[in-house]
């Protein structure tokens, strides 16, 4: 079983980049799908990106296109998450999951997920 850490959240003005870091142990990345999604209080959980096991196609949610940037580091067994130009409907809490049956969708129906990472957008 993975075991998955974010971190890089925080509070940031509007127009500013974050890089979100998941970080993995106990397993490889390698053996599972990725993705990242997000979660505010008022909105259903909601993918980001994903990327399907043994797979190097990274998949984003179409309105997120350009401003969101997936990527991972094999050597480090971690995954990252890079948004541009911040804006105050991106803020939310971030998750990052790894599904072991190896379908990335962007479907929040992964077995393994993080504590989630806290970005607000506000000036």
């Known amino acids: 079983q993975v075991q998955l850490v974010e971190s890089g959240g925080g509070l940031v003005k509007p127009g500013d980049s974050l890089t979100l870091s998941c970080a993995a142990s106990?397993?490889?990345?390698?053996?599972?799908?990725i993705g990242w999604f997000r979660q505010t209080k008022e909105k259903a959980r909601e993918g980001v990106a994903c990327?399907?096991?043994?797979?190097?196609?990274?998949y984003y949610k179409e309105s997120l296109k350009g401003r969101f940037t997936m990527s991972r580091d094999n050597a480090k067994n971690a995954m990252y998450l890079r948004i541009d130009s911040l804006q105050p409907e991106d803020t939310a809490v971030y998750y990052c999951?790894?599904?072991?049956?190896?379908?990335?969708?962007?479907?929040?129906?992964?077995?393994?997920w993080g504590q989630g990472t806290q970005v607000t957008v506000s000036s």
């Open positions: 106990g397993a490889s990345l390698d053996d599972y799908a």
């Open positions: 999951a790894a599904d072991s049956t190896g379908w990335g969708t962007l479907t929040p129906r992964y077995d393994n």
């Open positions: 990327i399907g096991r043994n797979r190097s196609t990274i």
